[in-house]
């Protein structure tokens, strides 16, 4: 039996950690939303200068992506999304998940928690 067939995920899902394959999919959902509403919000895109194909410019860029592995991330991660109790912590919250890399939990840690940049800097 063939595993992705198991997994539930659409036949032309990308592998794990295939970034490039990740982004490609992602980029070609974001033009068919575009392309769905070009005709009504086609002043307000040419008002903000957003041209017919918005990703056109990144598709040279995906290969360079480097594999990582997909998982679950929060996409919400911030100080009143966490509950610390007793050495421990649960993520409340959870209606932003999505599937892709777990970094985007620390960069929108980081983004919305607004550290000093000695603590960034701990961090690293």
Do not use: C
């Not at 017919?52 to 598709?59: F, K, Q, R």
């Amino acid at each position: 039996m063939n595993p992705r067939e198991d997994s539930g995920a659409a036949p032309d899902w990308p592998d794990s950690s295939d970034s490039g394959g990740f982004a490609r999919q992602l980029a070609a959902w974001t033009q068919q939303v575009h392309d769905i509403h070009r005709e009504v919000y086609a002043a307000v895109f040419e008002d903000f200068g957003i041209p017919a194909e918005p990703l056109a410019v990144l598709e040279p860029l995906w290969h360079g992506l480097a594999p990582r592995p997909f998982a679950v991330p929060h996409s919400d991660l911030h100080r009143t999304n966490m509950i610390a109790s007793g050495g421990r912590t649960w993520f409340v919250d959870w209606e932003l998940t999505l599937w892709g890399d777990y970094l985007y939990d620390i960069a929108i840690h980081f983004h919305k928690m607004g550290f000093p940049a000695w603590q960034r800097a701990e961090f690293f």
